[in-house]
């Protein structure tokens, strides 16, 4: 699969894959796998042109394809472990959620009551700042628990793609003051235009 990973994007019809992330958030993967000590056992599994960008990550507020965060995800779940790709989803919604996303996120807690419900009903919105070609339905099944759908765009989704958002639905309980959990991702299913997931999530 040739990919360009450091470059510019604006999705469109023919282009191979929709996704794309705003440079920070690669940044944080980054530092995330400094933090773990694992870079250099990463950099050994993914691309010339992935681990380059690993030692030299784009600019914050530049758009990049998936490729390369698809292709990080994938090694960091192959050297520590599935539950370091959850690690990271929360470390990326401690970081953007107190950055680039925070002012969307305080309008919408203003208005609508900082609950989980309400930020997962509004998972789309927030995502959108930093992640292109991924959605999400929320779907209530009680006071607090509900259902939350996710789909990224585009063939060749890496399972550890829905770890990564695992620990980002995980942060919507810190970012609320409540204890909750995210179930591991259900109902996987890919084909080539897109890859899905479910996660149940519950809170006191």
Not at 4 to 33: M, N, Q, T, W
Not at 45 to 69: G, N, Q
Request: one cysteine or more; charged letters at 20%.
């Amino acid at each position: 699969m040739q990919n360009i990973p450091g470059a510019d994007v604006a999705a469109g019809p023919h282009h191979p894959d929709p996704r794309g992330y705003l440079g920070s958030a690669f940044r944080v993967a980054v530092e995330f796998l400094d933090q773990r000590g694992c870079a250099t056992q990463v950099k050994q599994r993914v691309s010339a042109a992935t681990a380059e960008l690993i030692d030299k990550p784009p600019f914050p507020f530049a758009w990049m394809p998936a490729a390369a965060m698809d292709e990080l995800e994938s090694a960091l779940s192959m050297v520590a472990g599935r539950q370091a790709c959850v690690d990271l989803g929360m470390t990326a919604g401690r970081k953007l959620g107190g950055s680039v996303v925070q002012p969307v996120l305080k309008m919408a807690t203003a208005l609508f009551g900082n609950t989980p419900a309400t930020v997962f009903q509004n998972l789309e919105r927030f995502y959108s700042i930093v992640l292109k070609g991924m959605r999400f339905e929320y779907e209530a099944t009680g006071p607090k628990s509900g259902i939350v759908r996710a789909r990224a765009d585009g063939p060749d989704v890496p399972a550890a793609l829905f770890d990564v958002t695992r620990g980002n639905l995980s942060y919507v309980f810190e970012l609320c003051g409540v204890q909750g959990t995210v179930s591991l991702p259900e109902d996987v299913r890919c084909d080539d235009s897109h890859s899905e997931a479910r996660f149940k999530v519950q809170w006191t």
